[in-house]
């Protein structure tokens, strides 16, 4: 049972151009939404988060859209560069009792081309 | 090098062999996880650990597997009797404290382990 999910496995965007990377979820009772970046022999490196009070979460060139009653989240990267190229996995939590267990998604390979 | 550390990197083991996989958690933090991710999958939580106590395993096979924070060292997970399908990629990751709501972690390189 998949309660985050990735649906693309890869993205492929020019240099300069945006990059918007979905990512649904199942669980209602997901309150918080984290992206990590992943670059290949590498941990996942936190990236941006979003509370479900907000719809939006802006922070540099990464934005972070989430529509609750559709259980969606977006990660927007305008401009793309090419060292933005990784693997980028959305995770979600449950702010109450067990806020530490991330539920991740499959991930979605970004490669941007110059 | 203030980040978590993950040792060994790589970790090749036979059929029924033990696996021991090591984690430093960043300075200062005393809240760790352990993630497994299989291939083409993404993580999947395991075990959460304080210093000296297993606080939720919900994630960990039922078998074979153990995990310890002791009060000095390293946290382990311990794997015996490995078997193919625990061939995987295994990340810790730290936290300073548990706060409600946002529960940022910082994850280490992971080990990746090959059973033969």
């Known amino acids: 049972d998949q309660q985050v999910k990735q649906n693309s496995p890869s993205l492929s965007v020019q240099e300069g151009r945006i990059s918007i990377l979905n990512c649904d979820y199942t669980?209602?009772?997901?309150?918080?939404f984290l992206w990590y970046k992943k670059y290949p022999a590498e941990g996942p490196t936190f990236l941006i988060s979003?509370?479900?009070?907000?719809d939006k979460n802006e922070d540099g060139r990464f934005t972070v859209f989430l529509n609750k009653s559709a259980k969606h989240l977006s990660l927007h990267i305008v401009p793309s560069q090419p060292g933005d190229s990784a693997v980028y996995f959305c995770?979600?939590?449950?702010?109450?009792?067990?806020?530490?267990?991330?539920?991740f998604g499959k991930g979605t390979l970004l490669t941007v081309n110059p | 090098n203030a980040g978590v550390m993950q040792n060994p990197r790589h970790l090749v083991r036979r059929r029924g062999q033990e696996a021991r996989l090591r984690c430093s958690p960043m300075k200062g933090h005393s809240h760790v996880y352990w993630y497994r991710q299989l291939p083409e999958e993404g993580l999947k939580f395991m075990v959460y650990l304080q210093k000296e106590n297993i606080i939720d395993e919900s994630g960990m096979p039922k078998e074979r597997f153990s995990a310890e924070f002791p009060k000095e060292g390293p946290s382990i997970l311990r794997i015996q009797q490995v078997v193919r399908g625990d061939s995987a990629a295994y990340f810790c990751?730290?936290?300073?404290?548990?706060?409600?709501?946002?529960?940022?972690?910082?994850f280490g390189p992971g080990t990746r382990l090959t059973v033969l």
């Open positions: 669980n209602s009772m997901f309150d918080y």
């Open positions: 995770a979600a939590s449950n702010s109450g009792g067990s806020n530490y267990k991330l539920t």
């Open positions: 990751a730290s936290s300073p404290r548990r706060d409600r709501g946002l529960n940022e972690q910082f």
């Open positions: 979003i509370s479900s009070i907000k």
